[in-house]
């Protein structure tokens, strides 16, 4: 698992493609998860895409056909197509017991984000962005970017306990056992009566990735390397 990239280029690219190419190595059951927010911003729609992205969407597309490649639409991620992955989704994905959400949503006091959200993710602005791209796209893009940057306010950075908690009790209710997610770019873990919650820290920051063995029911999470070698060495066993 993967969580806030943020994917512009330079070190931060370089190291997440290298460990892409290490996990197509990997037998076809292991499974992989970006919980968002993997480019710094991703319009899915024609002249906004840059040859990161279209990279990306190779790799997707390849290792779709071997295992389950399974994305989480961050705040920085607009209109995927779907067909790219085995599952994907704005909100909440849930495979058996496992939860899977990039967290955006989960903080009601952030007001400004929510109507934000509503504004640009819907029919109108997507027809709008698709018919202006060629001439507009990349300074659209880059409008939406400077967005994304001044609304990282208080409300992100002050990690929502109060209605984590809420998530875990009304996800317990519905048989979940493990909540995974992002957004926050901060590491942390909850149980609540069984229900365990772990938000991922941002890759972009610290370089951190996770594993979760669904035989073992243990969650891992280190550098990208290390939970990697780990991975490696298991399945050469």
Known sequence: MIADAHITGGEVEQEFFRMLERLSALPSSVAVVFLGDIFELWIALGKYEAGLHRRFIQ???TEKQKRQIIFTEG???FFLPGKLFSRS????I???DLLFTHGDRINPKDIPYLFFRMGVRNFFTKSVLYLTGPAFGPKVADNIRLSLKTRKNIY???FPEKAIRKLMQNAQKKGIKRIFLGHFHDC???EIGGIRLHALPAFQNTGIAAIYDTEQDV???GAGHEVLS???QKHKQ
Do not use: V
């Open 59 to 61: 790799w997707c597309e």
């Open 75 to 77: 705040n920085h991620e």
């Open 89 to 92: 989704g704005r909100g909440d």
């Open 94 to 96: 849930r495979i058996g």
């Open 156 to 158: 992100k950075k002050a």
């Open 188 to 190: 942390r873990d909850f």
């Open 219 to 221: 969650f891992q999470a």
């Open 230 to 232: 780990a991975l490696e």
